[in-house]
């Protein structure tokens, strides 16, 4: 488990914002739920204003839906695909909506492009190899470890090349920005957890 302390990010006050980075499979949705029941927060998934924007749905921050295996099903893949090569696909919109959301504090956003985006919040990074995330997402959304592979690799490969399109960073290669990093690869939900809650009572 590794500890950056980068100073760049801090808020006055502890728990006003907090944003969890992760690539598929590292349980920063469920992290970020278990956070926000803890320490009275807020919680927004991104992913889940991404699909209300795809299927034309009302927006609810109340009630952001995680992934729960809708993101490897065919209609989410669809979804994920159609996204690559827009000049402004739906992640814009979506960013703008958690942009203005972590400045009103007292929030937990689990996302895969905040941390760059904002200079606001403790930003933590759980991170965790292919193989660790293909075997959870399988397990998650019920379907072979060679398909989930499949789709991981995927989708690390294509979101990176889509954030650097649309901003310019390199979500695989600059970590500078994380406050945190823990590596999961051979920790419980339970164990990350509560690494994270020490994590964020000592900041």
Known sequence: MNNINNNTNNNNTKYHSIILFGFSGSGKS???????????LRVIHPSGIIRDLYEKKEIDLNNTRYNNGF???TEGIKLFKSRLNKEKPLDMIADKIIIEEITKGNIVIDSWNLPWL?????KIYLKADLETRAERVAKRSNITYNKAI????MKDTETTKLFKRLYGFDIAQDHNVFNYIINTNKLTIDNVFKNVCEYIDKN
């Open 30 to 40: 469920t992290i970020a739920n278990l956070i926000s029941e803890k320490y009275n």
């Open 150 to 153: 499949n789709i991981v690799k």
């Open 71 to 73: 993101w490897e099903s």
């Open 118 to 122: 904002t200079n606001i919040g403790q």
